[in-house]
């Protein structure tokens, strides 16, 4: 019997060393005692945490920046694809700088292609043309293109804008040319060729070359503004 009563009277020391081991570690969980060895485990593992391989990371990447204080515009572009470069998809990756795509060559010829897609009767003004038929354009564009989600709002400002000179272009060389090519049929041709000759076309033609050759007293005068240049 009094063996047992100094067995007993020795479990209570025990139970205090766990606690003075384990800390603020086991407040409020209820473990007993015999959860002590596993608390030491964690603590000797404890060194091991996520914010030193993230510090880590951070010097990393932070040190080619310094090494190439060349390319301040390197950090901005490491996020997407290169301007021009092809996805899986076979879409081109397109970005918009000071209100311009880029590649910017290529996203007019491929606006040029669609237009002669889908023609309207009065489609010798680009304030003539139907927003369905604009929508239409748009969205053959897109199969061709794709960009940052962050930019979706500013995209079809921005290619309404650069579609609007594309197709002046346009027509100035079907004018110009005076030939109706196959993809335009005989009634369109007919129309359009109506204005063209139309006494109001004649004066703005009259008015562009003023303009390109620097206006009426050596000045030059945009021509890149106004529906007046839809002819």
């Known amino acids: 019997m009094n063996n047992r009563r100094r067995t007993g009277s020795m479990q209570p ?4 060393m766990c606690s003075s081991i384990s800390g603020a570690d086991n407040q409020g ?6 959860s002590a060895p596993p608390r030491m485990g964690m603590a000797s593992s404890s060194p091991v945490y996520p914010c030193p391989p993230s510090s880590a990371a951070t010097t990393s990447t932070e040190a080619p920046s310094s090494e190439n204080p060349s390319e301040p ?40 292609g669609t237009f002669k897609e889908r ?4 489609g ?4 003539n043309i139907s927003q369905e038929t604009k929508m239409f354009c748009f969205r ?58 139309s006494s109001k076309a004649v004066t703005i033609t009259d008015q562009n070359s003023t303009n390109r050759k620097g206006g009426p ?15």
């Not at 007293?217 to 002819?231: A, C």
């Open 13 to 16: 020391p025990r139970v205090r």
């Open 29 to 34: 969980d209820g473990s007993s005692p015999a």
């Open 119 to 122: 023609l309207e009767f009065n």
């Open 140 to 197: 053959e564009f897109q199969k061709s293109f794709y960009w940052n989600s962050s930019i979706d709002h500013l995209v079809y400002d921005v290619w309404e804008k650069r579609a609007r000179v594309r197709y002046k272009d346009f027509l100035n060389k079907l004018h110009a040319k005076g030939e109706r090519p196959r993809y335009i049929s005989e009634d369109i041709w007919a129309n359009w060729m109506q204005y063209w000759s």
């Open 124 to 127: 010798y003004l680009w304030k």
């Open 73 to 112: 515009s390197q950090p901005d572009t490491v996020e997407g694809p290169l301007p021009g470069s092809v996805g899986v998809d076979g879409r081109i990756y397109i970005v918009i700088v000071e209100k311009q795509f880029i590649p910017s060559g290529t996203c007019s010829r491929t606006m040029t």
């Open 217 to 231: 007293e050596g000045v030059s005068v945009s021509i890149h503004t106004g529906e007046t240049l839809s002819h």
